[in-house]
């Protein structure tokens, strides 16, 4: 999720009115950026820490959880990158995976603060490789989890042998990727109206949403 959609003056402004999927190949010159203003973050950590302090008798509660993580990337040529991931206090590997982009899905909003992206990535088990990280990414992060889903503020300073960079990422994901992948071949076998895969999908998008709407001003 970001906040601005990179545009430079070179390219022609995006005559949309209403939320609208970026083509792959378009021409507009166009990068997305997982980043938001620090005071953007601070409105969703607010808004967040409200859901959690009103919970309701009897209903699924929004999980709250404080972490704090260093990444070690490791290039292994071909562009294929382990990530090594430590809790910084006591610098125990958490995990250890070799990660690969499937697709992305770009989204403006035009009426919004916010543009987003759906992200689909291959994440698996890898050992962890011997010698010095190529670059490192210590993460601050506050976790929201409710049923199905998890929200994730993190705050990341990230090093690449350089000055250190600060961003500030929201972002939304399956809590249970498997469980979605489980459904999808049973797509139209269960009855009428009967689709858990595509109301997982539809209420993921809909969280998405309601990030968006509720975005700072």
């Known amino acids: 999720m970001q906040y601005v959609l990179y545009q430079p003056l ?25 980043n938001m203003p620090q005071q953007a973050h601070r409105h969703y950590n607010g808004l967040l820490n409200r859901l959690v302090a009103q919970a309701v008798p009897g209903q699924p509660r929004v999980k ?9 990337f490791y290039g292994e040529g071909h562009g294929e ?30 009426k919004q603060n916010v543009d987003w992206r759906i992200s689909i990535n291959l994440e698996e088990p890898a050992p962890s490789p011997n010698g010095q ?14 049923q199905a889903f998890k929200i994730d503020l993190t705050q990341v300073t990230s090093s690449h042998g350089g000055p250190n960079q600060l961003l500030h990422e929201l972002e939304v994901e399956f809590v249970n990727a498997a469980e979605l992948l489980r459904y999808r071949p049973l797509r139209g076998q269960l009855g009428p109206g009967v689709n858990p895969f595509d109301d997982l999908v539809r209420v993921f998008v809909n969280n998405v949403r309601i990030m968006v709407r509720n975005s700072a001003p």
């Open 10 to 34: 070179r390219a022609p402004p995006l005559n949309t009115v209403a939320a609208a999927v970026m083509p792959p190949n378009s021409p507009i010159d166009t990068r997305f950026e997982s």
């Open 64 to 72: 709250y959880s404080h972490t704090k993580l260093v990444d070690e």
């Open 81 to 110: 990158k382990t990530r090594v991931t430590r809790d910084e206090k006591t610098g125990q590997v958490t995990a250890s995976v070799r990660k690969k982009r499937i697709a992305n899905l770009d989204v403006h909003s035009p």
């Open 133 to 146: 990280p190529a670059h490192t990414r210590r993460k601050d992060r506050i976790s929201y989890t409710h």
